[in-house]
DNA sequence: CTGAAAGCGCTTACAG
DNA sequence: CTGAAAGCGCTTACAG
């Protein structure tokens, strides 16, 4: 069943049932309605390789995911494919590992499927550094600043984690937290994680403290297995803790299991802190008190930037930060009773 | 940069080149040798959509996964597309939404790309008994049986659900469990809970009881938001239940919430089994006891069931389930005291 | 072993 | 408004 088939079924040429099927202008009703007729009769729809390699290959768009377990990129995708949908172009997605090499992968994509272009759902500098300029369509970074990667027409949007991890430090500050350990990403591999603790680092400044990161700073990757052993790891060494902030929630997750198997209870001993936001957190007992990422509004973002790139020719780049929430929940403990109304309840605010 | 200029700079034809390109015999060592340097020096890489244009569109495999929230689903995906690399096959995941139609989307798929062959995780019979004929290439369902459908030319591998619920039962049972709720799928929609469901009660018949489903049975869907609501529901109604059991860990985790918002405590005030066996359920607190359906053999054997269908042109259908486990850990308490010892600690063995 | 040529199923100027 | 024809970038009989 092809479109000869068709056009010999309708009695009329190809280019016209071509004509008809692209609604191209230039179509006589008649032709148009005894085609589709025909079309629906026969349950045919075109052969997208055919279709694709004439019109030179630039078929669907690419969603580049680093790693299958951050939930928040799952969050991310969702949205994205629905606002691709929506926009009547095909996303397919790509899982590639952790600690694979996502912008590779992309170029060799870009070789052989020819995507419109291309959104990262997290990168890491160096492989973007290594091989961007090798990618011939638009891209967008989510998640990840790419601001001063130094490359011309990435565009990225992301949450500013600098500053949402000095509000984290802060909260627990205005807590009366003052021993507070860091578990998440490895600086050297996992950009968003150097920015955090940055911010870390920072807010502790600005309270007059200096924050021990050999001390009280342990890299991990993003999993709950990887947050357990990290956080053992960080108890066994630094043993007076009052609060622990992990760079995301599944590693939080892993944290709570470690301090709960060293016999001490969340926040009662130890008060926890998490990051994204993602669904699980608010189910956990005790709720997670996190920094809220906005999944949807980065997603939109981060379409509506791919896709006007494409429409209009590769753009300049542009590098937007969206919005934050810090989540008062209920594995944070206030340390100082007067404040202890106030850290309650946060999240309706 | 095409085949032509491969074959220009090469000073061979393009024939030759493609001859080399897909490692057909009856060429020259020196030919080959100097088309792959060629090829080398310039990245070049086939046009996807040519190559499969000519060789009659079967390019790749399909994914078709139902549910992007489904955990077990994402390991099962992560070891299938392994799997696929593994045979140097193509394998691209389309989520589908939960209630949408799974099959429906299959014969656009099929129609329009020509995958070689579908591997669906999770399955609605309604829509396969509908449509499935529709789908020109083998299929491969997993984690449903498909084995009553009455449709030839589908295979399928799954964990046998009325067996391990009765376990689950059993091991309730055991503990001294007899007031049990459960929180599952609706068994009009979900057919793997229907078949759960019908363990349970087996189980309850098997220990001379009846199972009150009108009462202690509370359908949802498969997230934790959903499972908090239908936990608040059944608690509500029947609020002398010593034990729940959820029919997914992401349910579970709902419940759990909802358990704790209405004072209880797990497992103390009211015990708690999950279904799947995904990593969360080990890292929450306490540890859920759950059945772990095995994702790595589900994938291999429908990954190995498609490829072989594929090679040997569509093959009868077979249907086998796969072998499960009850990880009994921390979150059911024996009601026995005699017990206690034999319930904890059980995972190890 | 190699090349020239047909053809995969479409789209799109170009005529009419 | 419609049709005949070229061409997208490959693969693969068919000759030689």
Same mark, same amino acid.
């Given at each position: 069943?092809?479109?000869?088939?068709?056009?010999?079924?309708?009695?009329?040429?190809?280019?016209?049932?071509?004509?008809?099927?692209?609604?191209?202008?230039?179509?006589?009703?008649?032709?148009?309605?005894?085609?589709?007729?025909?079309?629906?009769?026969?349950?045919?729809?075109?052969?997208?390789?055919?279709?694709?390699?004439?019109?030179?290959?630039?078929?669907?768009?690419?969603?580049?995911?680093?790693?299958?377990?951050?939930?928040?990129?799952?969050?991310?995708?969702?949205?994205?494919?629905?606002?691709?949908?929506?926009?009547?172009?095909?996303?397919?997605?790509?899982?590639?590992?952790?600690?694979?090499?996502?912008?590779?992968?992309?170029?060799?994509?870009?070789?052989?499927?020819?995507? %419109?272009?291309?959104?990262?759902?997290?990168?890491?500098?160096?492989?973007?550094?290594?091989?961007?300029?090798?990618?011939?369509?638009?891209?967008?970074?989510?998640?990840?600043?790419?601001?001063?990667?130094?490359?011309?027409?990435?565009?990225?949007?992301?949450?500013?984690?600098?500053?949402?991890?000095?509000?984290?430090?802060?909260?627990?500050?205005?807590?009366?937290?003052?021993?507070?350990?860091?578990?998440?990403?490895?600086?050297?591999?996992?950009?968003?994680?150097?920015?955090?603790?940055?911010?870390?680092?920072?807010?502790?400044?600005?309270?007059?403290?200096?924050?021990?990161?050999?001390?009280?700073?342990?890299?991990?990757?993003?999993?709950?297995?990887?947050?357990?052993?990290?956080?053992?790891?960080?108890?066994?060494?630094?043993?007076?803790?009052?609060?622990?902030?992990?760079?995301?929630?599944?590693?939080?997750?892993?944290?709570?299991?470690?301090?709960?198997?060293?016999?001490?209870?969340?926040?009662?001993?130890?008060?926890?802190?998490?990051?994204?936001?993602?669904?699980?957190?608010?189910?956990?007992?005790?709720?997670?008190?996190?920094?809220?990422?906005?999944?949807?509004?980065?997603?939109?973002?981060?379409?509506?930037?791919?896709?006007?790139?494409?429409?209009?020719?590769?753009?300049?780049?542009?590098?937007?930060?969206?919005?934050?929430?810090?989540?008062?929940?209920?594995?944070?403990?206030?340390?100082?009773?007067?404040?202890?109304?106030?850290? %309650?309840?946060?999240?309706?605010?």
């Amino acid at each position: 069943m092809d479109i000869r088939d068709i056009a010999r079924l309708a009695g009329y040429s190809v280019g016209t049932v071509s004509r008809v099927l692209n609604d191209h202008p230039g179509v006589s009703d008649r032709a148009r309605e005894r085609v589709l007729e025909v079309v629906r009769e026969m349950g045919y729809e075109p052969n997208a390789n055919a279709r694709h390699l004439k019109m030179r290959g630039r078929a669907s768009f690419a969603i580049m995911v680093k790693g299958m377990q951050n939930m928040l990129f799952n969050d991310i995708i969702e949205k994205a494919e629905g606002l691709f949908a929506a926009a009547d172009e095909e996303a397919r997605i790509h899982f590639v590992d952790e600690d694979a090499d996502e912008v590779a992968r992309a170029i060799h994509l870009d070789r052989i499927r020819h995507p %419109k272009g291309f959104l990262f759902l997290g990168g890491d500098p160096n492989n973007f550094r290594a091989g961007f300029e090798q990618i011939s369509v638009p891209c967008v970074l989510l998640t990840n600043t790419a601001e001063e990667w130094g490359l011309r027409g990435l565009s990225s949007f992301s949450t500013n984690d600098a500053e949402a991890a000095g509000c984290v430090i802060d909260y627990l500050w205005e807590c009366g937290h003052r021993r507070i350990g860091i578990i998440g990403g490895d600086r050297e591999v996992s950009e968003v994680s150097s920015h955090r603790l940055d911010g870390v680092v920072c807010a502790f400044e600005r309270h007059g403290a200096t924050f021990d990161a050999e001390r009280c700073y342990e890299p991990c990757r993003f999993s709950m297995g990887d947050g357990y052993h990290a956080a053992m790891r960080l108890l066994e060494r630094a043993d007076d803790l009052t609060a622990v902030f992990a760079f995301g929630d599944v590693i939080a997750l892993g944290v709570q299991r470690a301090i709960s198997d060293r016999g001490f209870r969340v926040p009662a001993d130890i008060s926890l802190v998490g990051f994204d936001g993602v669904d699980v957190s608010q189910y956990s007992v005790p709720r997670l008190t996190t920094v809220r990422q906005d999944a949807g509004l980065l997603a939109r973002k981060g379409v509506e930037a791919l896709l006007a790139a494409v429409r209009d020719g590769g753009a300049e780049g542009v590098h937007e930060s969206v919005p934050f929430r810090l989540l008062r929940r209920e594995s944070v403990l206030s340390l100082r009773p007067a404040a202890t109304a106030g850290a %309650k309840g946060g999240e309706r605010s």
